[in-house]
């Protein structure tokens, strides 16, 4: 079992950047592929990134290539969501979740933690 804390979110503004953190509990953090997810008011919660627990493999939503990266330092046991070119759009509650299944983890993952809101202003 693991437990998630994210950290890092806030209010930018439209263009700017956000770096995300969600630190694990537990000493087999890197058997763990790790992702983010986002809900917006009104809005399902929606896949973003997600990477394995090596690193080396990540996914994205489309929506979101080439604005958003994902890293993992399994050293430190935690998991990085780096956002770039923030719009108002992006605006949502942002969750880091957990997954033994590289499916699961895009999916339906096993492990979540609070959210952490992020607010991008026009």
């Known amino acids: 079992q693991v437990q998630l804390v994210e950290s890092g979110g806030g209010l930018v503004q439209a263009g700017g950047s956000l770096r995300l953190s969600c630190a694990a509990s537990?000493?087999?953090?890197?058997?763990?592929?790790m992702g983010w997810f986002r809900q917006a008011p009104g809005k399902e919660r929606e896949f973003v990134a997600a990477?394995?627990?090596?690193?080396?493999?990540?996914y994205y939503a489309d929506s979101l290539k080439g604005r958003f990266t994902i890293s993992r330092d399994n050293a430190k046991n935690t998991a990085y969501l780096q956002m770039n070119s923030l719009k108002p759009e992006d605006t949502a509650v942002y969750y880091c979740a957990a997954d033994n299944s590289w499916v699961l983890v895009r999916s339906v993952p096993a492990y979540w933690g609070q959210g952490t809101q992020v607010t991008v202003s026009s």
């Open positions: 990477t394995s627990g090596s690193g080396r493999i990540t």
């Open positions: 537990g000493r087999t953090f890197s058997s763990y592929a």
